[in-house]
C-alpha cells in the first residue's frame, strides 16, 4: 500500500489517520504537540521527529493544521524532506489571499502544494464521510480523485482557481455558524413563551428551510429581479414580534438582522423583496 505522511493530528487530523491505517496504508505522523501521538502510534502510525523526517519517502502529504501561520511554518520545516513532485495536500482552513500567495510561491518554486479544505467532523474523517474540496490544475485533480475520494464521502472540485475551494470552505462555515446562532434564536422564542426544546424543533420536521437556499441565493445573486415575494415593512413587523418574544438580550441573530432591516428601510426600501436587507442595496 501507499506511504503517507499526515502532519497535524488534532481532532480532524487523527480521524483521518485512523482511516487510512484501516485501509492498510503505512501513515507516518507529527504533530507540535506530542502527547497527541502515542494513541496513533499504538494504532499502527509511525511518529517522526519532526517534519521533514515525516515526510521523506512519502508519496503523498497531508497538513490538517490551525491556520496559515503554521502551515507556512511547517512547509519550510518538511520541505527538506519532500520528494520531487510529492504533492502537499492542506486539508486547513486557510485566508484565501494566502492561499493564493502560497501556491504561486511554492508552485513556483516546484513544489505542488494543493488546497483541500474539507467539510468534516472527526467522525466523518474516520468514516471516510463527509465533504472534500478541492482547487487545482484539472489533470492533478483526476490524477489526485482515487486517493482522495477514499478519504471522504464527496470530493468536490472546484476548480483550477487556487482558492476558490478555500473561499467555499469559509463560506460553508459561516453558513454553518448562522444556521446554529439562529436555532439559538428559535429555542430562546420557544422559552419565553414556556416550549421545551424538543417541542420547539419539532418545527424543522415540518417546515424545511433549508429547500429555500438555492432560490434565495438566486434572487440575492440577481439583484432581487421580479416582484417582491415577501416586503421589507411586513417582514421588519414580524422580526419585531420574534424580538418582543424571548427578548433582545436572549437572542443571537435576530437583533442584527432586524438592524440590517432599518437601514435597508432607511433607504427606501419599505416595498422592496425583503432579502434586500442581505443584498445590501443602495
Not at 492498510?24 to 501521538?37: E, F, P, Q, Y
Not at 503554521?70 to 486539508?91: C, K, N, S, T
Request: charged share 20%; net charge negative; aromatic share 4%.
Amino acid at each position: 500500500m501507499t506511504t503517507i505522511a499526515l502532519l497535524g493530528t488534532g481532532l480532524l487530523g487523527a480521524g483521518f489517520v485512523e482511516s487510512l491505517l484501516g485501509k492498510g496504508h503505512t501513515v507516518r505522523i507529527w504533530n507540535r504537540s506530542k502527547d497527541k501521538l502515542p494513541p496513533l502510534v499504538a494504532k499502527g502510525a509511525v511518529a517522526a521527529a519532526d517534519p521533514a523526517e515525516c515526510v521523506r519517502g512519502a508519496e503523498r502529504v497531508h497538513l490538517v493544521l490551525a491556520e496559515d501561520t503554521a502551515v507556512d511554518e511547517v512547509i519550510a520545516a518538511l520541505r527538506p524532506g519532500l520528494g520531487d513532485g510529492v504533492p502537499v495536500i492542506d486539508h486547513s482552513t486557510n485566508l484565501p489571499a494566502k492561499v493564493r500567495a502560497r501556491t504561486e510561491k511554492l508552485r513556483g518554486e516546484g513544489v505542488r502544494y494543493v488546497s483541500a479544505p474539507v467539510f468534516m467532523s472527526p467522525t466523518n474523517a474516520r468514516e471516510a464521510s463527509g465533504l472534500m474540496a478541492l482547487s487545482c490544475p484539472e489533470a492533478e485533480a483526476k490524477e489526485l480523485e482515487p486517493a482522495l475520494a477514499a478519504m471522504t464521502g464527496k470530493l468536490w472540485y472546484c476548480g483550477e482557481r487556487s482558492d476558490l475551494a478555500a473561499i467555499h470552505k469559509l463560506s460553508g462555515n459561516g453558513v454553518y455558524f448562522a444556521l446554529t446562532a439562529i436555532v439559538g434564536d428559535v429555542l430562546a422564542i420557544g422559552r419565553a413563551e414556556g416550549v421545551d426544546a424538543k417541542t420547539a424543533l419539532e418545527l424543522f420536521d415540518n417546515f424545511k428551510p433549508g429547500g429555500a437556499m438555492p432560490f434565495i441565493g438566486q434572487r440575492l445573486a440577481n439583484s432581487l429581479d421580479g416582484p417582491p415575494s415577501f416586503e421589507l415593512t411586513m417582514a421588519r413587523k414580524d422580526a419585531r414580534l420574534m424580538i418582543e418574544t424571548a427578548g433582545a438580550d436572549q437572542l443571537t441573530v435576530l437583533p442584527a438582522i432586524a438592524a440590517a432591516m432599518d437601514r435597508a428601510l432607511a433607504k427606501g426600501h419599505a416595498a422592496s423583496d425583503f432579502a434586500v436587507f442581505a443584498a445590501k442595496a443602495d
